[in-house]
């Protein structure tokens, strides 16, 4: 997602270059692979609440399929969206190949922090797995179980959250991709209305608004506000209100305006400064039970660390420091506002 241009001319408006490598064999190979993708995204949601089930059946416990709504609703939205724009990129659609390469960007840099986080909790949850499992079997050596679960799990996240987003991104990001598409589909899509890298931030503000509304839905509506846990009626207007912010910042991002750049930009400063303030005087634990995880989860949660005491804090710290660095980047796509003097008095 590296197209930039230094002015107000949309990066996907530009002329195809000539002469070029025709790719169309490409574009229904990774269509069909991205149809794949979508399919598998649906697989996640079946074997998801299979999951629930089989746990409620082991405690005697209802299933908390509400606990899991936000994820399902994640999981849908993809399957979704990967079909259609799978389809888009077999049809060699210009508009699928900007959101593809939004997407593997994405999914990229999403999956390298994934990997790097997973670095330093898979042991801690890998080692309660085992103790478990060799509670429960002492035949089994715990020793070379725990290494093979670690070389699984981390050959399995190198794969699927590394590479293989990096070879979709090499592809879509290919010049006779690009060029192929503006041949095969000439028409001005509305994917060309703006730079990627700004497309892409407006697609992340709009995909968090159905995130925002599930919540109440789901009853996970419990908001950290300057040092409360908002619950109920409270929680689930703030979560509309900022539903309606994203979608409000998308649209005027999606316009080149500057405005809804500065309303994103002081919008996270503020939200950073109450989840300090609120995460300064309540554990992260308190918040789950108010979201009404079985105390069973939360124990699980508790033992692998990373939300423990006021380590939320530090987390939400650094977190927040690639957004407000990509939020910086994006910035010099946006014209400057234009200045309008009174007339002269006669």
């Not at 996907?12 to 993708?37: N, Q, W, Y």
């Not at 082991?58 to 849908?76: C, D, K």
């Not at 060799?134 to 050959?155: C, D, K, R, W, Y």
């Amino acid at each position: 997602m590296h197209e930039q241009n230094s002015g107000t001319v949309p990066v996907e408006s530009t002329p195809s270059p000539v002469p070029h490598k025709d790719r169309s064999a490409g574009l229904i190979v990774f269509g069909i692979l991205t149809i794949l993708l979508g399919c598998l995204c649906g697989l996640l949601i079946l074997l998801m609440v299979a999951g629930q089930a089989m746990a409620a059946k082991n405690t005697g416990a209802p299933a908390p399929i509400s606990t899991i709504l936000p994820v399902l609703s994640v999981y849908g939205a993809m399957a979704v969206a990967l079909i259609w724009l799978g389809i888009g990129s077999i049809m060699a659609r210009r508009w699928a190949r900007a959101l593809l390469l939004i997407f593997s960007w994405s999914w990229l840099i999403l999956g390298l922090v994934m990997v790097i986080v997973m670095a330093f909790l898979m042991p801690k949850i890998l080692a309660n797995v085992s103790s478990n499992m060799t509670a429960n079997h002492p035949e089994l050596p715990a020793a070379s179980m725990f290494v093979g679960m670690m070389i699984g799990m981390f050959l399995f996240y190198g794969v699927f959250f590394v590479i293989l987003p990096a070879v979709w991104t090499f592809f879509y990001n290919s010049r006779h991709v690009k060029a192929t598409c503006e041949t095969r589909d000439p028409v001005t899509r509305w994917t060309d209305a703006c730079p990627l890298p700004v497309l892409g931030l407006c697609l992340w503000l709009v995909s968090s608004v159905p995130m925002m509304l599930v919540m109440p839905l789901a009853g996970h509506c419990v908001m950290p506000f300057f040092g409360m846990l908002l619950t109920g009626l409270p929680g689930a207007l703030l979560c509309l209100a900022i539903a309606a912010l994203w979608g409000y910042a998308a649209w005027r991002l999606y316009k080149l305006d500057v405005r809804g750049w500065w309303l994103i930009l002081i919008a996270l400063c503020v939200f950073m400064v109450s989840g300090l303030v609120t995460f300064a005087q309540h554990d992260m634990m308190e918040m789950y039970r108010l979201m009404g995880y079985p105390e069973a989860q939360i124990e699980q949660i508790q033992k692998i660390g990373l939300l423990a005491g006021h380590r939320m804090i530090w987390l939400m710290s650094f977190s927040m420091l690639p957004f407000l660095g990509y939020l910086f980047f994006v910035r010099k796509f946006f014209p400057p506002r234009k200045s309008y003097m009174a007339p002269p008095a006669a």
